[in-house]
């Protein structure tokens, strides 16, 4: 899928240059771009925001790592998606099943917020992912960031259809997008998103995707 990422990415000076900054601070760290990962033809996509900075941005897979990917992880576990509750780093054997998770930006932004225009010039990847995954059937966005960017991929407007957790849409081409408040760990730790309210939205997605 070398057409949907580009490890060699620089098209957003200010997050190249973030990236540099921080592999000199962390020579032992991934930073670069973080391709996507899971199965290869996928019927739940889940879309986060961006890499995290200690997370994805240290191991180089989405959501591993960091405090957002616990949950996550434990619970594609505990829907039979995931063939372990914890993902440690790239190369501890991890499979997911049915599903592939990627992030709306690539690259890690600095304080997590990436630009209007960086989570634009991103778009172009998560576009060609959407077009070329065709066995995708329900899209799980993370957040009012990861909302909006499949709606721009999929040829909308972000308007197109508001952000709730929990809410439903059909795109263009037919596929479900569902959303769900993004599980970090100021959403969990204020209980705006419980265990159990994730565990619904990720079980109606699998649900959608046919899983």
């Known amino acids: ?14 997050l190249a240059a973030f990236l540099r900054a921080a592999a000199h601070e962390n020579p032992e760290y991934h930073c670069k771009p973080v391709a996507p990962f899971g199965a ?21 897979r989405p959501f591993t790592g960091d405090y957002a990917g616990i949950l996550l992880y434990e619970s594609l576990h505990a829907l039979g998606l995931a063939s372990a509750p914890v993902s440690v780093h ?25 630009l ?30 990861a909302h909006e960017a499949v709606l721009i991929a999929a040829g909308l407007k972000r308007s197109a259809t508001k952000f709730g957790h929990g809410s439903e849409f059909v795109l263009p081409d037919g596929r479900h997008l569902i959303d769900s408040y993004h599980c970090s760990r100021y ?4 209980r705006r998103l419980t265990t159990p309210m994730f565990l619904a939205v990720l079980r109606r997605a699998a649900t959608l995707a046919g899983l």
Do not use: W
Request: hydrophobic share 40%; proline share 7%.
């Open 40 to 60: 290869t033809a996928p019927q739940l996509l889940i879309v986060g925001l961006a890499p995290g900075m200690h997370g994805a941005n240290r191991t180089g």
């Open 187 to 190: 959403n969990t730790q204020t």
């Open 116 to 145: 209007p225009a960086e989570i634009k010039t991103c778009n172009r990847y998560l576009a060609a992912e959407l077009a070329q995954l065709q066995s995708v059937k329900a899209v799980l966005a993370l957040g009012v960031v």
């Open 90 to 114: 790239r190369k501890d054997g991890l499979k997911l099943s049915g599903v592939r998770i990627t992030n709306a930006v690539k690259c890690l932004p600095p304080a997590n917020k990436p």
């Open 1 to 14: 899928m070398t057409a949907t990422f580009r490890a060699d990415c620089v098209q957003c000076p200010r």
